[in-house]
């Protein structure tokens, strides 16, 4: 059994209160945890300590009375469960000497910045401790010196980023096995037009982010700084950019992450929090992708691909797709996708291959689909997480 660390405080599992509050839309990355764990007849056992809050910017919030963190912790715990119906399916902790639990599981995004000598000290009794790194761009440094001050800390994510430069840059420390956990793709995301209807080009989907207006700034310092870039997804940006030159070939449904954050300090703060994804999240995505033969979503810089990848591919369009983010994956190029170099010029030669060749392009796509049937939904990515934890215990 494993007990999931503060997992209120973001979207990867289920909805987080202040999502629910703000009328966000939560990704659910690895809601699949939740759900596999509760249709086997498991309560979820989380551990709530009051060292982060949903609503409260953790300048602040670590401020406070740990008596005061506590009561919050607690107060948005309860509404966690309440808004995702877990009520009877979690069981909460709030104290470490509670739990039999022998796995720890975190995700860094939040759960690696700001621990204490304490809190390290209570998370090392945990014998097994996993960190996912999804969302390890921002803070890195400082997450990378948290993570480096625990015993035998294992790292996982979607892929295996061992050989990324950013993260051997931030975390050359690590000697352990990557574990990769990806994310699932929901059952919704089907292959339901046949591929020789569909229109041949390509369909360019995703959010990027301006970073020299993201809020408070030093927390992309350390990005910004390695790869001297406004934005975690380059092909998307480099996309958007060039639609004008795009058109016939790519059907580009790429936009800005927020709209400007320029203005005063109260005003960015407030814009940070309202994200400009209305429009995109209003695409009926299933349909688009069964509209089109190939699909270019493109990864995360630091090493990870994209759900919607995979969420295309379940669709049945060829991924056109960077080899070097799908490691430890199982993916091969030229059967599964086809590859580029991260060039636009090297996108649209892949496209060109594939419009000469529709035999290759059809083989391609339904191996795809297969691949993300056998692998990624939610049923076998979470025998595939039983088979790592088995392994660590």
């Not at 990557?178 to 339901?192: G, H, K």
């Not at 070939?249 to 400007?260: D, H, T, V």
């Not at 814009?271 to 994804?277: D, E, G, W």
């Not at 939904?377 to 088995?390: C, Q, T």
């Amino acid at each position: 059994m494993i007990v999931f660390y503060n997992p209120h405080v973001d979207d990867f599992l289920a909805i987080p209160p202040h999502f629910s509050l703000l009328k966000r839309r939560a990704l659910l990355k690895y809601s699949y945890l939740l759900k596999g764990m509760v249709g086997s007849g498991q309560k979820v056992q989380v551990l709530v300590d009051g060292a982060i809050s949903a609503f409260i910017p953790d300048c602040c919030f670590s401020l406070l009375p740990k008596c005061v963190r506590r009561f919050i912790a607690m107060c948005e715990v309860f509404l966690w469960i309440n808004i995702n119906h877990l009520q009877g399916r979690v069981k909460v902790f709030y104290n470490v000497n509670d739990t039999d639990s022998k796995i720890l599981f975190a995700f860094s995004y939040k759960a690696a910045i700001g621990l204490s000598g304490r809190q390290l000290k209570y998370l090392n009794e945990f014998p097994v401790k996993i960190f996912h790194l999804s969302h390890y761009y921002i803070s890195t440094g400082e997450k990378s010196e948290n993570l480096q001050r625990l015993d035998d800390v294992l790292l996982a994510g979607d892929s295996d980023i061992s050989n990324n430069s950013y993260f051997q840059r931030y975390f050359s420390w690590y000697k352990n096995q990557f574990l990769v956990l990806p994310f699932a793709v929901a059952p919704r995301f089907r292959y339901n037009e046949p591929f020789q209807n569909r229109e041949s080009i390509c369909i360019a989907t995703g959010t990027f982010h301006n970073l020299y207006e993201e809020v408070p700034a030093e927390k992309y310092l350390d990005f910004i700084k390695h790869f001297h870039s406004s934005t975690y997804h380059p092909v998307r940006k480099l996309i958007y950019d060039n639609s004008e030159n795009l058109k016939g070939l790519i059907n580009i449904k790429i936009s800005p992450y927020r709209g400007s954050l320029k203005g005063g300090t109260i005003e960015r703060l407030l814009k940070h929090f309202l994200v400009s994804q209305k429009a995109y999240f209003s695409i009926n995505i299933v349909d688009l992708y069964n509209n089109y033969q190939y699909a270019v979503v493109g990864e995360e810089v630091v090493g990870f691909p994209a759900l919607g990848a995979f969420e295309s591919m379940g669709c049945g369009c060829v991924l056109i797709a960077q080899p070097e983010f799908y490691g430890g994956l199982k993916l091969v190029a030229g059967e599964h996708f086809i590859a580029h170099s991260g060039s636009l010029n090297s996108i649209l030669e892949a496209i060109e291959i594939l419009n000469k060749d529709p035999v290759k392009a059809l083989m391609v796509s339904k191996a795809g689909a297969e691949y993300v049937d056998s692998n990624l939904r939610p049923r076998e990515a979470y025998m595939k997480f039983l088979s790592v934890i088995k392994d660590l215990r």
